[in-house]
Each structure stands twice: as structure tokens, then as C-alpha cells.
């Protein structure tokens, strides 16, 4: 019996209408848009700004979008895998949230929380769903409303990220397409250098972690920018390796959008030519866990069955890795 695999079958897509860009970003920090073109590649990002939405309600955008696409029913989802760190709540989760705001109600969900390379693991956790032939649709949704976690005062983090959501579906295939292979790497040594400091366990809100700002990202610039770029390497050599492949073997690869040299960087050390590099940072920054499944949707168009895609990431946790895919339609 031929092994079960598991082929992404639809992509979707949502970005909020609301535009920020590096001059309103001028007027509210001092920063210029020439540093920020240069230092990240980030020309505008978009802002969730309606108070009363969140994270599922751009989850439930995409998802609908991918149902409509796909010619699915609400009904006939079984898995949704939500990830995210911006969930609506500490808890309960955002994707049975946004199942029942889709109406799916034969369905079950979780969060994953591994920041920037939530999609991966949260794309491996659902492959593994369906090749081991216990569900037939499951939807991988990466969303994230970053402004609402992000300190619009501090220059060194605002500049950067954005909202948004992407959702893909994935169901089994007999032929030799889908998720090829996945290598997923952590190093929680890595926390210190990019997290939030407060709203935890380790320290709840309190009127003194609101007046210090520690609900807001932390990062480290320049020791995550380091390790990004060795890990997101690593990992994709490793696939290329075990799966006999070399770089000229793959279509597309489609990297977490953190920052335009990141992506550079790794496109020149991997040695595959920046026409065959998925981007979309200057339109959108950096969306946390939607950055992959984003740049999936506006690419679908160019992709070709049989494509062989790398996606890769870095994020807070440390956490990172790669995943093959062959395109399957
Ligand atoms: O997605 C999850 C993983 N995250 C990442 O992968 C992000 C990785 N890191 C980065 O993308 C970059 O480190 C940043 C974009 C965050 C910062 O760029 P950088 O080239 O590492 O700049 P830096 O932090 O070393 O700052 C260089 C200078 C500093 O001034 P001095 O000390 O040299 O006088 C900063 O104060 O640039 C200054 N600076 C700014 N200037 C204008 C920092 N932010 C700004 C700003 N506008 N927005």
C-alpha cells in the first residue's frame, strides 16, 4: 500500500485594510523611511484597527476564503490548527474560535505557540493528522494581530511587524506530492533575546508590568538577526540533503519575512536566485505566523504542480526549521 501523503489543496489569505506606513511611522517615533527601507525592506504593514476584532476574526477571513476556494463546507472540516501568538485570549484557544465563527461544527482545534515558525509546526502537527489516515480535511491557519502587542513608541520593534492571516487545506493523496518532509529545530535558550515579559505565569499583569511595558514584544535585535539567518541555512541544506535534492531542484522558497537582509542572506547562502524567493515584507512586514501561509496565497497563482517549494523560518523561542513541499496542484 502506497504511503499516505498529505497535499496542501487550497490556500487563503487576509490582510486588514488599514495601512501604516514608514512616513506615519516618522510622525509617531524617530525613525526615517530610509532607515527602515534599508535596515528591513518594510515600506508599509497593515493594522487590525477595529477594536472589538482580533486575531480569529482575520483567522476566519482567510478560512473562508480557503472554504469558498476549495468548494468545502464548514461542516466537513475535522482538525483546525491555530498558530498564533496573539490569540484572542490567554485561553481559551483561537482556532475553535474561529471554528464556530466559520460554523464548523464536526470539527476539533488547538494553538500552536512557536512565534515566527508557528506555520511550521503547526503544517508538520496536521501532515502527521492526515498521513496517519485518522482525518481527511484539516486547515493550518497562521495569524497574528501584532499590534496589539507591539509598544508604538519603541522604535526598534514597531517598525517592523504587522496583522495578518493565512489558512491552508490540507488532505491526503495517494501520489508521490504534499508534505515531502519536515525538520523542525528549538533552542529555549533563545528566549531571552525575543519575548514578552509579563502576562504569565512567571509574572501576571499587574498595575506595575503595565506601567513598565512588559506586555509588549522584547527582542534583541541583532543576536536573533544572526541566528535566523544560520538556522533557516541549516535546516533547509538538511532537507535538500536527505531528500537528494539540490538547491537548482527547487521552485520556490518561501522564508519567513522578518527582514529583507534576513532574507538576502539566506537566499545567497543557500545560492538560489532571489526570482525563485517568495516576498512580500514590503507590503505587509513581518506578520509573525501569517507570513508563510500570506506569501503561499499571493504566490498560488505562479506555482505549478510538481513545484518543489522550501518553506523556512526563525522565531522567538528560539524555534525554527524547514519544511519540503511538492506542489500538488
Ligand atoms: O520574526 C522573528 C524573528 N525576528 C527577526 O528575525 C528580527 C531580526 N532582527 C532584525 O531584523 C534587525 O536586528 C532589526 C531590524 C530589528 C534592527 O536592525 P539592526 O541593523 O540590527 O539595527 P540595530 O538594532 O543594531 O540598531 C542600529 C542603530 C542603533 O543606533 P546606534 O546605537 O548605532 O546609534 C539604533 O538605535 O539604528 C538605531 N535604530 C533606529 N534608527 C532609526 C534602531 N531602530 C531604528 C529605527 N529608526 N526604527
Partial sequence: MSK????????????????????????????????????????????????????????????????????????????????????????????????????????????????????????????????????????????????????????????????????????????????????????????????MKAGGSLKPPSAETVANKEHYVYQEGKSVFKAAVNGMVSTTNQVLERNNLEIDDISWLVPHQANMRIINSVGDMLGIPAEKVMVNIHKYGNTTAATIPLCLSEYEPQLKKGDYLILTAFGGGFTWGSILIKWSY
Fill in 4 to 195: 499516505i501523503h498529505a497535499a496542501i489543496t487550497g490556500v487563503g489569505g487576509y490582510v486588514p485594510d488599514d495601512v501604516l506606513t514608514n512616513a506615519d511611522l516618522e510622525k509617531m517615533v524617530d525613525t526615517n523611511d530610509e532607515w527602515i527601507t534599508t535596515r528591513t525592506g518594510i515600506k508599509e504593514r497593515r493594522i487590525l484597527k477595529d477594536p472589538s476584532k482580533a486575531t480569529s476574526d482575520m483567522g476566519v477571513e482567510a478560512v473562508n476564503q480557503l472554504l469558498q476556494k476549495t468548494n468545502t463546507q464548514a461542516s466537513d472540516i475535522e482538525l483546525l490548527i491555530c498558530a498564533t501568538v496573539t490569540g484572542d485570549m490567554v485561553f481559551p484557544d483561537t482556532a475553535n474560535t474561529i471554528l464556530d465563527k466559520v460554523g464548523a461544527k464536526n470539527a476539533f482545534g488547538f494553538d500552536i505557540n512557536a512565534a515566527c515558525s508557528g506555520f511550521l509546526y503547526a503544517l508538520t502537527t496536521a501532515a502527521k493528522f492526515i498521513e496517519s489516515g485518522m482525518y481527511k480535511k484539516v486547515i493550518v491557519v497562521g495569524a497574528d494581530k501584532m499590534s496589539s502587542i507591539v509598544d508604538y513608541e519603541d522604535r526598534a520593534t514597531c517598525i517592523i511587524f504587522g496583522d495578518g492571516a493565512g489558512a491552508v487545506m490540507l488532505e491526503p493523496t495517494d501520489e508521490e506530492s504534499g508534505i515531502m518532509d519536515s525538520l523542525l529545530k528549538a533552542d529555549g535558550a533563545g528566549r531571552e533575546f525575543l519575548h
